[in-house]
């Protein structure tokens, strides 16, 4: 029968007391749909990326960028407001944890991706950021993804 060491394991501790209750404030907040739906329609949307070839075959890399401009810029989001709950900081907050709205951010890139591919795109990887700015909120994906097209039928469609 093997003996443990005593330095081995952390070893038993007591305590004095256990709190009768403990509490926690929680802050929740969420996004209107309608209202951010209008937002992320009215976006700027640049893009930019390109097909390569990786280990036989066809893979999209590209970054897409959705710009949510403040109203002075010529966009919807409100300007710089007294209530800390519009200003663009605390959206950029809201947009980052809200997850209807990253996947509305998502499939406008992967549209954006598959129109510059050229070719519908097989699951793809994206990597989302969002950060407030001066001229507004702005959100970056980054999407790589293989074309479904095979690398045969591309190369004798060029």
Known sequence: MQTRSLGSSPGLVKIRSVPLVQRRVV????????????????????????????????VYHGTTSVLLLRRSHGGLLPDPDPDPDLDVDALAIVLRGDPHLRLRALRIAHR??????????G????????????????????????????????????
Not at 28 to 43: I, P, Q, V
Not at 112 to 121: C, F
Not at 128 to 151: K, T, Y
């Open 112 to 121: 954006e991706a598959t129109a510059r591919a050229g070719s519908p795109l």
């Open 27 to 58: 802050e929740l907040c969420t996004a209107h749909e309608g209202r951010f739906r209008d937002l992320l329609d009215a976006a700027d949307v640049m893009s930019e990326g390109q097909v390569s070839i990786e280990d036989g075959a066809l």
């Open 123 to 158: 699951s793809a990887r994206a990597d989302l950021r969002v950060d407030a700015g001066a001229l507004g909120v702005i959100i970056s994906i980054e999407m790589s993804a293989p074309l479904r097209r095979p690398l045969v039928a591309a190369v004798g469609a060029r």
